[in-house]
């Protein structure tokens, strides 16, 4: 069984693919590899060094970080936080909610976790124990935790958007009914807000008890800074600051527009779940569109997660103070 995984858990649409990349980038750099700029043609890291391969990042949830962190593997993705089972008791809306769609809560949704899936590693699979996890962190003495999120009406709008460009109807449908043909509006207070406010309640209950152990981190302050950001992230879940020099090539890979081009490159959508005339990454105009309705939503959205016990004050809403202005 794996001794001690940090975890690095990100509500969906907030990031998970740039840190991902970043995450897997800057490990590879850090074993001697080397990473074709698909934009710029730079080779970045030894000329001499094994290609990144592609074909091996599947998402995960496991990566193989040896030789960059103090650990084998890191969790990235999606999940509810460990330890905040019992607790969870405690909200009566909690275990009557469920997520909208799978996908928000890797660690509870009845995987084979004897098997679990590892990028990146001269091994496929490594066994988990889920157990093991949730009393670690219950006690306060599991791997650290970090969990990125988003404010909620860009994450429902990301996620809206994603949902239904998927090829899998389990997510470009809700009910059977095409999410293409329901509203924004109800498909944020419907759906996307009580899972966003699922997931997130977990990590801020853990963060208040065990502050050393699990913290949260703001996409937008992440995407503002990114390699001060991805820098915070990691020293956090080492439990100590380090020199990492090939940090901020990774973080440049990583970003959107070098993700865009690997797609172009490699046929398809990062994951493989999109259809054949629609990437991974968001198109900008489309972000714009959306944002459109934040104005109008932001104070229904606020006492909505506020009545579920979500702290609002953890909220960062640029884009909405930004429409707010316009329309003055």
Known sequence: MIPRLPILATIPRSGTWFLRYAVAFLAHLDRGGRIDNRLTG??????????????????????????????????????????????????????RTSFHVRGYDYLHEGFDYACTPVDLAPYPHAPLRVSTLERDARKGRAARIALVYRNPIDQAASYYWYCQNHRDSTYNSIGGRPLSGMSFGDYLFGHALPSYAKQLISYQHMALHHPTLVRLFSYEGLMRAPVRGMTA??????????????????????????????????????????????????????????????????????????WLGIDTALLEWPEVEQQAAHAA
């Open 42 to 95: 730079r080779i970045i890291g030894d000329p001499h060094g094994p290609p990144f391969d592609f074909s091996r990042l599947s998402g995960g949830p496991l990566f193989y970080v040896r030789g960059t962190m103090p650990v084998d593997l890191l969790f990235v993705g999606h999940t509810v936080c460990p330890g905040f089972a019992r607790e969870a008791l405690t909200h009566p809306w909690w275990p």
């Open 233 to 306: 992230i990691l020293d956090h879940l080492d439990g100590t600051s380090r020199d990492r020099p090939s940090l901020r090539d990774a973080v440049r890979l990583a970003q959107r527009d070098h993700l865009k081009a690997v797609e172009r490159t490699l046929g398809r959508s990062l994951d493989g779940t999109r259809r054949d005339d629609c990437g991974h990454m968001r198109h900008r105009f489309v972000r714009s569109a959306d944002r459109q309705h934040a104005a109008s939503l932001r104070g229904q959205a606020i006492e909505t997660l506020e």
